[in-house]
C-alpha cells in the first residue's frame, strides 16, 4: 500500500497574497487580506496534487500585525506542529512585518517540523501575481523530507528568519538575509540545499501567555545627522521598558544620543544596540556586552527585546 502524501496545513493571516484590486494591472492600489484561504488555494491549480488543510487565523494587512494575532497564530501554529499526521506548515502573511512574525515564530517554537512562511508583492488579482508560485513553493518546502525550523519561501529562495530584510519597496525578488545567503534555492521544481535547517532551543509557549495588553513596550529610535537624543527621554516618560537603538554604520551613535541613553539605562530600560545599515551585524564590544543586536535587524531585535523582556512579566 502506498504511504500517503505528507498533509501540510496552510494558515492564512492576510497580506498582499491575499489581496485584490478592482483592475488586473493594478499592483499597488488594492485591499491586502481580502480573500479567503480556500479561495487563495483554489487559485493555485497545481496545489491539487498536494494533501492540504486550510485555516484562516487572521486577515489583515501585516502593518496591523499585533501582539494577539501573533500568540493566536503561535498557538494554532503548535498545535498542528503537534499532530502526528501533519509534516508541516505554511503561514501566508504579508511582506511589511513577515521578517518578524517568521523571527517571532523561530524564538517562541523553533520546531523541529518545517514552518514555511510565504507572501506575495503583487495582489491575486494581479495579471503578473508572484502568491501562486511562491504557495505552491512554500507548500513544496513544507512537505519536503529533512526539512525543519521556521524559514521564508520567497521567489524562488528559501531564508532563515533570522537576519532576514525586506530590502526592496516594489521588486517581486523583496527579500535578502544579512550576510548570510538563502537555506536554499527552488529552480525547476527541485530544491538545491546550500546551509542546515534552522535550529535553536525554543523559548515556549508560555513565553508569550501574558495578555497581550502586558507585553512591554519597546521602541525603536533611529540615529541620524542632528540626533539629539530627546525622543529616548520622551519614550523613557511614555513608560517603554525597552528601546532599540538603530544606530549608524556599526551600531553607534551621536553624544547626545548616548548621553540620553545612558540615562535611560539608569531608568532601567533595557537597550538593544542594532544598525539603519540594510546588511551587515552589530557585533559585541565586549565578552559581556549582552546588547548587541548581531545579525538582527532593529524590527527583528525588537520582537527578541519584547520577548526577553516578557520572561520578567508574571
Ligand atoms: C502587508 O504586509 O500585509 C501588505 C504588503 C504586502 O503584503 O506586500
Request: proline share 5%; aromatic share 4%.
Amino acid at each position: 500500500m502506498q504511504s500517503p502524501k505528507p498533509l501540510v496545513v496552510i494558515l492564512a493571516t492576510g497580506g498582499t497574497i491575499a489581496g485584490t484590486a478592482a483592475l488586473a494591472t493594478d499592483t499597488t492600489g488594492y485591499r491586502a487580506g481580502a480573500l479567503g484561504v480556500d479561495a487563495l488555494v483554489a487559485g493555485v491549480p497545481a496545489l491539487a496534487g498536494h494533501r492540504l488543510e486550510s485555516e484562516s487565523v487572521a486577515a489583515i494587512d501585516s502593518k496591523d500585525m499585533d501582539e494577539a494575532t501573533w500568540q493566536r497564530l503561535a498557538r494554532r501554529v503548535a498545535h498542528h506542529l503537534a499532530r502526528p499526521e501533519v509534516a508541516g506548515i505554511v503561514v501566508t502573511h504579508g511582506t511589511d512585518t513577515l521578517e518578524e512574525t517568521a523571527y517571532f515564530l523561530h524564538r517562541v517554537l523553533a520546531p523541529a517540523k518545517p514552518v514555511v512562511l510565504t507572501a506575495a508583492m503583487r495582489p491575486a488579482s494581479a495579471l503578473s501575481a508572484d502568491g501562486p508560485a511562491n504557495l505552491l513553493d512554500a507548500v513544496g518546502v513544507a512537505a519536503a523530507p529533512g526539512v525543519r525550523g521556521v524559514s521564508v519561501v520567497f521567489a524562488g529562495a528559501v531564508w532563515g528568519a533570522v537576519g532576514l530584510r525586506k530590502v526592496h519597496t516594489l521588486q517581486t525578488s523583496a527579500f535578502a538575509g544579512s550576510d548570510c545567503g538563502p537555506i536554499a534555492r527552488l529552480e525547476g521544481g527541485a530544491m538545491r540545499v546550500f546551509r542546515a535547517w534552522p535550529g535553536g532551543e525554543a523559548l515556549g509557549l508560555e513565553r508569550i501567555a501574558a495578555a497581550p495588553s502586558a507585553w512591554p513596550r519597546v521602541e525603536i529610535v533611529m540615529n541620524h545627522a542632528g540626533a539629539d537624543g530627546r525622543i529616548v527621554d520622551d519614550a523613557v516618560i511614555a513608560g517603554t521598558a525597552g528601546i532599540v537603538v538603530a544606530g549608524t554604520g556599526h551600531g553607534t551613535v551621536s553624544a547626545r544620543m548616548e548621553a540620553a541613553i545612558a540615562r535611560a539605562r539608569g531608568e532601567g530600560v533595557r537597550v538593544t544596540r542594532a544598525s539603519r545599515c540594510v546588511f551587515g551585524p552589530v557585533l559585541p564590544r565586549g565578552a559581556d556586552d549582552a546588547d548587541a543586536a548581531g545579525e538582527l535587524s532593529a524590527v527583528q531585535a525588537r520582537v527578541e527585546l519584547q520577548l526577553a523582556l516578557l520572561a520578567d512579566v508574571r
